[in-house]
């Protein structure tokens, strides 16, 4: 059972990136996945979590400028981040979850991380 994020980089305040992260060894489908972030020196925090049902939910702040995606005949899901702001650079996680809410310590699955730079 494999979860690999990736699409991290060095990208100017205002730009978009988009996040993949590839499952292996499980279907998806099922799955509740979270996308979790961690800045240099502070906890690890929810930047969203796509319920297996279809509704996905946000943290308040990347509302209006993040949006979760799953393509699960493929087994992957994205997470598309438009203007990107300095304080969203942190090492960006994917997870995932059977029957459970996304939080931070009751994942199942966690992928290795990928840097998002957002520098000027």
Sequence with gaps: VQLQASGGGLVQPGDSLRLSCAASGFTLDYYDIGWFRQAPGKEREGV??????????????????????????????????????????????????????????????????????VSS
């Design 48 to 117: 969203s979590c796509m319920r297996s049902d279809g509704g996905t939910y946000y943290a308040e702040f990347v509302k209006g400028r993040f949006t979760s995606s799953r393509d699960n005949a493929k087994n992957m899901v994205y997470l598309q981040m438009n203007s990107l702001k300095p304080e969203d650079t942190a090492v960006y996680y994917c997870a995932a979850v059977y029957g459970r809410l996304c939080v931070v310590d009751g994942m199942d699955y966690w992928g290795e991380g990928t840097l998002v730079t």
